[in-house]
């Protein structure tokens, strides 16, 4: 669970996220999404104690972000904008690796592993060095490496940025069933990637929320639809007009 309290970041005189609040509860994927800018990595970068905020508080999986950082680590798989991965570790290597750092008990290793790599699609570069993946399988190897130690909550940034079409379809399935047991927030700026995937949507543009709503409520809130009207008249004969 994912509780996000007036959250503001600063980059010296530049507010890069102005006061956010939303919720993500258990079995819901939570959709942030805006534009570019908008402040989406700023405010993950902070849920996943990697950044540190100007003011306000959140707390993840129940514990506070700033005074509780390392609990919060324990208990999140968090996917970066760009994953850094070990070039030099074969991707079996390097998840074995991460399942050791993250605490997965040894006799469980070999078959976490296998079972991420499976769930991620790529078994078949388990052998390659990470160094020489392409930019979409590095993403996910990248989901794989948030999601090896069943954490509590997942939480990605841009998940399916840089995937097939088709790579796109299985790992938006993915995220979708993580999402029945888990406490999911994923950053994005296609709006159809939040209606297959999400329950619920928080919009925000230069830094501030400016919608948060359930899917469900949002297709049959009426004072949400907007009709756009194109004119050859003169603009001030159509804003007399208005
Ligand atoms: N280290 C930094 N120093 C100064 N400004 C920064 C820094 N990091 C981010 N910003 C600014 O903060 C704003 C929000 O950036 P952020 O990366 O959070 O946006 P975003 O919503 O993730 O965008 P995108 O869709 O392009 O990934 C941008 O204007 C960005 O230029
Ligand atoms: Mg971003």
Known sequence: MIEVNGLSKSYGDYQAVAGVSFSAQKGEVVGFLGPNGAGKTTTIRMLATYLPPTAGAATVAGYNI???ADEVR???GYLPENPPLYGEM???????????IKGVPRT????RVDSVMER???????????????????????LAQAIIHEPEVIIL?????????NQIIKIRQLIKSLGETHTVLLSTHILPEVSAVCSKVVIVNRGRVVMESELSKLSRDKSLEQIFLESVSQEDAVDAAA
């Open 120 to 142: 991620c699609f790529i078994a078949d570069v388990s052998h390659k060095l990470c160094h020489h993946l392409s930019r979409g399988y590095r993403q996910r190897v990248g």
């Open 108 to 111: 469980e290793m070999a078959k």
């Open 90 to 100: 074969t991707v079996r290597e390097y998840l074995k690796f991460i399942a050791e």
């Open 157 to 165: 940034d841009e998940p399916t940025s840089g995937l097939d079409p």
């Open 74 to 76: 324990r208990r999140i």
């Open 66 to 68: 700033v005074t509780q």
